[in-house]
């Protein structure tokens, strides 16, 4: 897997700077993420750790495979930063995603609230 991380200038330098700069003056952490290839952070405590909890059944750690469903998996790499890698896998239904699988390293030492939740 090649994974690759850069700004909008380094990566397409014909972006007016005007463009860029105009977006920054507008919404910094918006222009972060789109132009300057940053995380966002100030959605990062979206769901606190009691409304994951709530729709979580204790003691599940996946559902088995159902015949003649289609798929999906979304991986969120920690990227070198403090939080855990997260993996799950769904139905590709998107009217009633369920998750049938998440994983996150327990040897991590630093693991986000969601990713939490899943390894426990």
């Known amino acids: 897997m090649l994974v690759w991380q850069a700004p909008t200038r ?16 507008e919404d910094e952490a918006a222009a972060a993420a789109e132009y300057g290839a ?10 606190t750790r009691e ?8 003691g599940r750690r996946e559902l088995p495979p159902m015949a003649g469903a289609d798929y999906v ?8 930063s403090h939080d855990a890698m997260a ?5 590709s239904d998107v009217s009633r995603c369920q998750p049938g699988f998440v994983a996150a390293p327990r040897r991590c030492r630093h693991v986000t609230r969601a990713a939490a939740v899943g390894s426990e």
């Open 10 to 25: 380094a990566m397409n330098p014909t972006v007016p700077e005007a463009v860029i700069t105009e977006a920054y003056a």
């Open 38 to 47: 940053e995380f966002r952070r100030d959605v990062e405590a979206f769901l």
């Open 51 to 58: 409304a994951v909890e709530a729709v979580v059944a204790p």
């Open 73 to 80: 998996a979304f991986c969120d790499p920690s990227g070198g």
């Open 87 to 91: 993996l799950t896998r769904c139905t």
